[in-house]
């Protein structure tokens, strides 16, 4: 697959440092404890990186810093080696479904186009080339024949799919996912999967909160184990053993060896059933 030829007007970034560094992050809410505390740990480019913990772990408030949307109250956080509040640019966010005003009007081809205000500048209108860059992101992704659908008429996964096209018309480097394949059917899923495969193809680094755990452990590249803090990092090999995910989840994860494979039942609470996976 060619590679897409965006238009750069920031400074490159500096390839030679990690994608993102975390270093002791701790972020809190007024009137209440840290919901993540300590967190430390290095991504590098083009990594794919699951994020996985129960519901209420941190993993929102984690992504939540990274973008900048939500301050820390101690820690670091730098993207290719500069500090994030000075490279939000390069960070692409999908946020989980409800975070989202479905009812704003816009159309696909306006939300992907409001990824490329970093290149078009204050008050200026789009450029012939700015107009070609999200024309074949659409057509790469599959949404072409939906340009002028409202995002209020769209599926989950065809939503899903215009934000992560945005995140490629942004140009972003990383790209964040907070549980992109919760709410969505069979078919949604697999077209989602099929973007993410675009984004790596384009070398951009991927992390992505999910309760899917086999496809976390098939896909990615490492894992992340959070409950406000992190209890594992690193190849699912080496992260994916009884222990961790018992600290992890405790009981509502029921785990099983046999021999050397782990088998792990994982409630799916958006389908309402049980799936192994090894």
């Not at 993540?36 to 913990?53: C, N, Q, T, W």
């Not at 692409?92 to 159309?107: C, E, L, T």
Request: hydrophobic share 40%; proline share 5%.
């Amino acid at each position: 697959m060619p590679a897409l030829h965006l238009k750069r007007k920031s400074t490159p970034v500096d390839a030679a440092h990690p994608a993102l560094m975390v270093e002791r992050l701790s972020v809190g809410y007024p009137g209440h404890r840290n919901a993540i505390k300590d967190l430390s740990f290095r991504v590098e480019p083009g990594e794919r990186v699951a994020v996985i913990g129960p519901n209420g772990a941190g993993k929102s408030t984690l992504f939540g810093a990274i973008v900048g949307t939500l301050p820390f109250t101690s820690g670091h956080i730098s993207i290719h080696g500069a500090d994030c509040r000075s490279s939000h640019s390069y960070v692409g966010y999908v946020p989980q479904r409800n975070d989202i005003d479905w009812s704003f009007p816009a159309s696909v081809f306006d939300v992907v186009m409001m990824g490329r205000s970093r290149h078009i500048g204050w008050f200026r209108l789009p450029s012939r080339a700015d107009h070609a860059v999200v024309h074949d992101i659409l057509e790469r992704l599959s949404l072409d024949g939906l340009t002028k659908r409202q995002i209020s008429e769209l599926s989950g996964g065809q939503r899903r799919r215009v934000f992560i096209a945005r995140a490629l018309a942004q140009d972003a480097r990383i790209m964040v996912l907070d549980e992109p394949l919760t709410g969505i059917d069979q078919s949604a899923e697999r077209e989602v999967v099929e973007s993410l495969e675009i984004l790596t193809n384009h070398g951009i680094t991927i992390l992505l909160s999910t309760h899917h755990l086999g496809y976390a452990a098939l896909h990615f590249d490492k894992i992340l184990i959070l409950n406000s803090e992190i209890l594992a990092y690193g190849p699912p090999a080496e992260v994916f053993n009884s222990e961790q995910l018992r600290r992890a989840f405790g009981g509502a994860l029921p785990v099983v060896a046999q021999g050397d494979d782990l088998l792990m039942f994982e409630l799916d609470a958006t389908r309402e059933s049980r799936h192994g996976h090894r």
